[in-house]
């Protein structure tokens, strides 16, 4: 087992124990979103909002298996908590492939199947293991792009979605924001799709 592993093994541990609230992943002086770090400029603060989703979504999936995380909310509905991951996957790519114009073509949705990153979200091992290996690299890959990116006015280098042209038609923050309410609108569903598995609310 590599590092990777052993960290991922302990942050299930750490998010799943019993705490003095039963129905909360650890106890609020534990919370790994909270940090001493003070968010004091815009860029920052952006920053800190992701970084606390993005831990959200890590902490509403945790210690479930792959029946779990594919388990289909209410019909007709595909929307699953490994849906999810995958859809996030997605998202995170715009990073690359909007700001730094890079060719990310789309990982699980295609022309044919334009909610493909939901209905390929099947309860297999493999799959799960491979969404969260995805979204692993799409976040560290995108933090890697706004660690060099210093100015929030960037316009975007590659196709934005707002048109079929190169260049100029968002601002780094307009992507941040937007990637930040992605973020919080599927922490939401996570949070009901988290409570029907297993009754496991908060935070």
């Known amino acids: 087992m590599d590092s990777d592993e052993h960290a991922g093994e302990a942050a299930v541990t750490r ?8 129905d909360m992943w650890v106890d609020p002086d534990d919370d790994p979103r909270e940090t001493d770090a003070r968010a004091v400029d815009e860029r920052s603060i ?15 999936c945790a210690g479930l298996d792959a029946e ?8 007709p509905s595909t ?5 999810l991951v995958r859809h996030l996957t997605e998202e995170e790519r715009r990073f690359r492939r909007v700001m730094a114009g890079e060719d990310a073509p789309k990982l699980y949705r295609t022309d044919e199947d334009r909610d493909g990153d ?11 293991e491979d969404a969260w290996r995805q979204w692993r690299a799409e ?6 792009f ?9 316009r975007n280098a590659g196709s934005s979605d707002l048109g079929p042209e190169p260049g100029g038609d968002e601002q780094l923050r307009d992507v941040l924001v937007a990637q930040i309410a992605e973020y919080a609108r599927h922490c939401g569903h996570a949070d009901f799709l988290r409570e029907r598995i297993d009754g496991r609310v908060g935070q």
């Open 79 to 83: 929307m699953s908590l490994l849906g």
């Open 15 to 22: 998010w799943t124990r019993s705490t003095i609230y039963p």
């Open 118 to 128: 939901f209905n390929g979200a099947i309860a297999d091992p493999a799959v799960v």
């Open 46 to 60: 952006l920053l800190d909002h992701l970084r606390s989703y993005r831990l959200t979504l890590e902490m509403k």
């Open 146 to 154: 706004l660690a060099g990116v210093t100015d929030l006015g960037t």
């Open 139 to 144: 976040v560290e890959l995108a933090d890697r």
């Open 68 to 75: 779990q995380m594919a388990r289909r909310s209410v019909p």
